[in-house]
């Protein structure tokens, strides 16, 4: 399937195996353009048994039904989608019609266990997705909207390669219930790589992961630029275990640091966070691969009286839910590049270019070795700031006080959690 179309209003929707390439303008706002769908899913670690209700709208999809739930489609696997042109996707009319629907059910103001979700380009295990044009994602709707709202770009699950080499920019309202999703899936063993351009430009979101995964393995690579200026909890490399994450371009972020109630039952309640590089696991036995900086990053925490007394902004963050009865694989991370992390607000914030366990309180003690670092900063700013922690710096350059450059939260000293540093 291909599109020359420069005014189509209709979804690319293929199946298994399928192939389409955009050169046009896919401009999709109305349920009605043949890319809607409707499923469920219930792997939710925090409510076991729960379905989770998803009314989606795509651009460019492989789709397909699923046989063991008639009324619902499924990502269909080994599909080639390319955009040469421009994706246009929009909430407001899909948003709109989830409320028209929702009004009907026997539970019209349960929104608990319901998403919308936009995606520009979707597909399943082992597919190739590849962005070298525009993508829009427009969060037009009710800025008020407290349905969980997924905004993502470039989506393909297990084994699959996906590459933005054009532009994706995430623009409008959002809400405090936004979920931005750049380029990536919840599945394992994806490469997702950003050789273009990402925006993210919302009012309003609840947490944005760019290059992200929730399963095991891969890689997220950043070779070109990534600019953030949002609020809410922003991620912009995010991976649970074993994925090699490495940026070799510019990460720019601007957090309008804000504590936002977290509505949705499935998801954790956390303080505002920022930070470019961002690993959050369980106590496991898996294998680990280092997280590299070769490139520039810039976080900036923009505090005000919304943001609570415990936002945090970091260059690195890692953080282990739960204690080990065991030594734990050891977490490498390596600066070769720039990292600058700077706030501004009414009070003091914590912010450090590396950050370990700080939103975790308990003895959750995991190894996080420190690698080849390029230290540019005043030596006055913190350089790791951690709860529990197991820290090896004996490959710090000479000239860091391996002592000094340490800094454990008052909190954590009063509760007696552990740290311990290998000079």
Request: one cysteine or more; aromatic letters at 8%; hydrophobic letters at 35%.
């Amino acid at each position: 399937m291909v599109n020359h179309d420069n005014n189509r209003t209709t979804s690319m929707v293929v199946g298994a195996g399928g192939y389409a390439v955009n050169y046009g303008h896919i401009n999709v706002s109305s349920p009605d353009c043949g890319g809607r769908f409707f499923y469920s899913y219930t792997n939710v670690p925090n409510n076991p048994g729960v379905w989770v209700q998803n009314e989606c709208l795509t651009g460019m999809a492989a789709l397909e039904p699923n046989p063991e739930r008639p009324q619902e489609m499924q990502f269909a696997a080994h599909a080639t989608l390319i955009n040469h042109g421009t994706i246009d996707i929009h909430f407001d009319e899909i948003y709109k019609f989830y409320m028209d629907k929702k009004s009907k059910t026997d539970a019209p103001d349960d929104f608990r266990f319901d998403c919308v979700r936009c995606y520009a380009m979707l597909a399943g295990d082992d597919s190739l997705l590849i962005n070298e044009g525009t993508i829009n994602v427009y969060l037009d709707q009710d800025i008020e909207a407290i349905v969980s709202l997924y905004a993502c770009a470039i989506w393909g699950n297990t084994r699959s390669l996906m590459i933005n080499r054009g532009e994706i920019n995430f623009i409008g309202n959002g809400s405090y219930q936004t979920f931005v999703r750049g380029i990536g899936s919840m599945m394992s063993d994806l490469q997702a790589i950003n050789e273009g351009t990402v925006n993210v430009k919302l009012d309003r979101a609840y947490q944005t992961r760019i290059l992200h995964t929730a399963g095991k393995g891969g890689t997220l690579l950043n070779c070109g630029k990534i600019n953030i200026d949002t609020c809410g909890r922003i991620m912009v490399l995010g991976a649970l275990m074993g994925t090699r994450m490495e940026n070799d371009g510019e990460i720019d972020v601007i957090s309008h640091s804000t504590y936002i109630e977290n509505i949705v039952p499935y998801h954790y309640q956390f303080d505002p966070l920022a930070t470019a590089f961002y690993e959050h696991f369980l106590p496991n036995d898996e294998a680990t691969s280092p997280m590299v900086n070769r490139g520039k990053i810039k976080v900036h925490l923009d505090g005000s009286e919304k943001s609570g007394e415990n936002a945090v902004a970091f260059g690195y963050y890692l953080m282990q839910i739960g204690p080990s009865d065991h030594e734990t694989p050891i977490h490498n991370i390596i600066n070769e590049g720039t990292i600058e992390v700077t706030q501004s607000g009414p009070k003091k914030y914590l912010t450090a270019d590396v950050g370990v366990n700080i939103q975790a309180p308990g003895n959750n003690v995991f190894n996080v070795k420190v690698g080849n670092w390029n230290k540019t900063d005043n030596e006055d700013k913190v350089f790791i700031a951690c709860r529990s922690a197991a820290l090896d710096l004996t490959e710090l350059p000479k000239g860091i006080d391996r002592d000094g450059c340490v800094y454990q939260i008052p909190a954590s000293v009063e509760a007696g959690e552990k740290v311990t540093i290998r000079k």
